[in-house]
């Protein structure tokens, strides 16, 4: 296959993948006269354990009944493992992925197109929100389902908020609303930093850097990243150096020194009891509905203000128990609203699975709506499907996720563009905002260089894509 020439795998590591499948299916955990479906897995830990359970339940109840097993195995690194194993023809039956992967996976012809299978099990354009429903397809051809996704919007501490009620109505904000305007979010910052005696800097009301997500941030701006009408990139648009040059107004306003402190001491300590976010360090962040689960998990006082979370019911407004609050992220552009960045966990059939229809099976399963709910509350994430039951909006572990569940259907939902290159994409604008906020780069030159960059980076991959395709070669 042509694809697998793009990859140098190291003769240990192919060795090491055929080893690790073929040893799972020696493993004789499942009936004799079933169909074992191999599933692998990115997450780890508790978010490994969640979906062990949706596995054990398929396994029980629907598994049980077709001649079904799913055995689940979580590891890192699982899309390089995936593709050792497909291009050595040993693949898993499902390969557990994230949204960018779709269409890098799919031009490379690693992964099965899945159209009929989701007709035959009836989920269609209808099932989904229409940008999970898209981010799922490439080249008009579905090859996705998603597992979990995960909405961004902005995160903020509500008690610090009205600590410094005085001094934010002065300045004609609010102490009881977050900012909506890119302009608010800024006053708002510079009046909610806070120095010591010595003039360090001890709390950030907020900063660009802080965030997984600076390369989707023109989005904010007004800017989709990828034209798909004309296949071009636009990495150096309007609103694209409007964004990068207000990430540089942080550094020049914060100063150098600030910032890397917090560089150094922000995202590396987020699963700990040091995230900035939650001692007080951080007033805003762009963040995840998952959020209430570390909140709850390294500091459980800010999620039970008035009650214990236990009796949060009794509450007419469960929000108001909470000493952080969600809010779409403001927009830069005058009358752009909801806008947000959907990113979503995938389930791909490898190219050469030997089990798809049963692989599929259970993909549909994880999409089933009661099943979907289950694991979206478990990984504490909103949910992909169009429609939601009320208990799902009701007894979420976070309070705000009907907010989540409007973003991610707003016509201003963007997801991942789909373009297989988006991988070195990303890395290109990560590295760029850190030369533009850390280094002082002109974000105009900066990202007129990563147009050209990328854009024939594309063209080069688009035009070998096409070649694959005319030859008839996968």
Same mark, same amino acid.
């Given at each position: 296959?042509?694809?697998? *020439?793009? /990859? ?27 169909? +074992? ?25 629907? $598994?049980?009944? *077709? ?10 690194? !699982? ?12 693949? &898993?039956?499902?390969? $557990? ?13 690693? !992964? ?10 009836? +989920? ?16 008009? *051809?579905?090859?996705?389902? !998603? @597992? ?21 109505? %002065?300045? $004609?904000? @609010? @102490? ?52 798909? %009408? ?98 779409? /992220?403001?927009? %830069? ?18 190219? $050469? ?7 599929? %099976? ?26 939601? @039951? ?6 979420? &572990? ?21 373009? &297989?290159?988006? &991988? ?11 030369? !533009? ?28 894509? +096409? ?8």
């Amino acid at each position: 296959m042509i694809w697998i *020439r793009r /990859f140098s795998f190291s003769v240990l590591a192919l060795a090491g993948a055929i080893f690790l499948i073929l040893g799972s299916r020696e493993n004789q955990d499942a009936p004799q006269d079933f169909v +074992i479906v191999e599933y692998w897995e990115k997450w780890v830990g508790t978010e490994a354990a969640q979906m062990q359970q949706i596995v054990d339940d398929f396994n029980n109840t629907v $598994g049980k009944e *077709r001649k079904i097993f799913v055995r689940y195995m979580s590891m890192t690194d !699982v899309d390089q493992k995936t593709l050792v194993a497909t291009s050595a023809g040993v693949p &898993p039956d499902i390969a $557990g992925l994230y949204d960018q992967q779709v269409a890098q996976y799919a031009a490379l012809g690693a !992964v099965e197109p899945l159209d009929d299978l989701a007709a035959a099990h009836g +989920i269609t354009e209808q099932t989904y929100l229409p940008v999970f429903w898209k981010g799922c397809h490439y080249n008009g *051809r579905l090859y996705a389902l !998603v @597992s979990t996704p995960g909405t961004i919007a902005l995160f903020y501490n509500k008690q610090i908020f009205k600590e410094n009620a005085d001094a934010l109505h %002065a300045a $004609g904000l @609010s @102490s009881e609303a977050p900012p909506a305007t890119i302009d608010d979010l800024d006053r708002c910052a510079a009046i909610l930093d806070q120095k010591n005696a010595q003039g360090r800097t001890e709390r950030l009301g907020y900063d660009p850097l802080q965030s997984w997500y600076v390369p989707f941030n023109p989005y904010w701006f007004g800017d989709n990243l990828f034209d798909a %009408a004309t296949g071009q990139l636009t990495l150096d648009s309007p609103g694209a150096v409007h964004c990068f040059q207000w990430i540089a107004g942080y550094s020049k306003r914060l100063g150098l020194q600030t910032l890397m402190d917090y560089q150094q001491n922000g995202l590396v300590n987020f699963d700990s009891p040091q995230n900035l976010l939650l001692i007080g360090k951080l007033v805003m962040q762009q963040q995840g509905p998952w959020m209430a689960n570390y909140v709850d998990h390294l500091n459980p006082s800010m999620s039970h203000v008035l009650v214990s979370k236990s009796e949060e019911w009794k509450l007419k407004n469960r929000a108001d128990n909470y000493a952080w609050g969600v809010a779409p /992220f403001p927009s %830069a552009v005058p009358g752009l609203q909801n806008v947000s960045y959907s990113s979503f966990d995938v389930l791909m059939i490898p190219k $050469g699975a030997r089990h798809s229809q049963e692989a599929f %099976a259970f993909m549909a399963y994880v999409n089933r709506q009661d099943v979907s709910e289950k694991l979206n509350m478990l990984h504490c994430k909103n949910c992909q499907l169009a429609h939601v @039951s009320s208990n799902f909006l009701q007894h979420h &572990p976070n309070p705000y996720i009907k907010l989540y569940q409007d973003l991610a259907a707003s016509p201003n939902a963007h997801g991942v563009p789909q373009i &297989p290159i988006w &991988p070195e994409v990303f890395k290109e604008l990560n590295d760029d905002s850190q030369s !533009v906020a850390l280094e002082g780069a002109d974000p105009a030159a900066v990202l007129h260089q990563a147009q050209q960059r990328m854009q024939e980076r594309y063209d080069r991959f688009h035009r070998i894509e +096409i070649q694959r395709r005319q030859t008839g070669m996968n």
